[in-house]
């Protein structure tokens, strides 16, 4: 009789009547977007567009600030880690990816944080997530970045000359006094 529509989406059924087909499509796309679902004629497509975190760290805990962009129609919830990698190339720890879903046409900034890294070197982030069902692989992206606590450097240093002078002038006066008394 009248057009009569039955949407059912994981057991929940709705009667939908005399709605314009444009604007049930639009909503039925909406839910199906909002509950994760793939949809026929819809994508998505992503990309990392930076990593980001300082180039010269004193100590831990190390954020790192990523932006996955979507370029698609329908939403993207990528997965993955950002591996860490010492100078020389051996696996240090990796981070996982935190939770979160990128609408279509928006960019999501993602944070990981390293909270205990170890104490001096140079090390190399490397970002690799992946999406969809298909587990779509974004291009890996890498950042290098040296952990160098130089206060503590700089610090050491001084104390070192302040010994290094302390010893040669107590070194001098000694010197002076040996020399008098042999005379």
Sequence with gaps: AENLVQVQ???????????????????VDRLARDLGLAVAGFAAHGNIQVIQTSTL?????????????NSGNTHLLPTGKLAIYTWSGDHVTDLEIPPGIVLPDTSREYTATWAEPPKIGKYKAELSVEYGADSVQLPTTTTTFWIVPWVKIIVGSFLLAGIILLAYRIGSRGRKAWRALRE
């Design 9 to 27: 989406i994981f057991a929940v059924t709705a009667r939908l009547t005399q709605v314009p087909m444009n604007l049930l499509i639009r909503e």
């Design 57 to 69: 760290v004193q100590r831990g805990p190390i954020t790192f600030t990523f932006t996955i962009h």
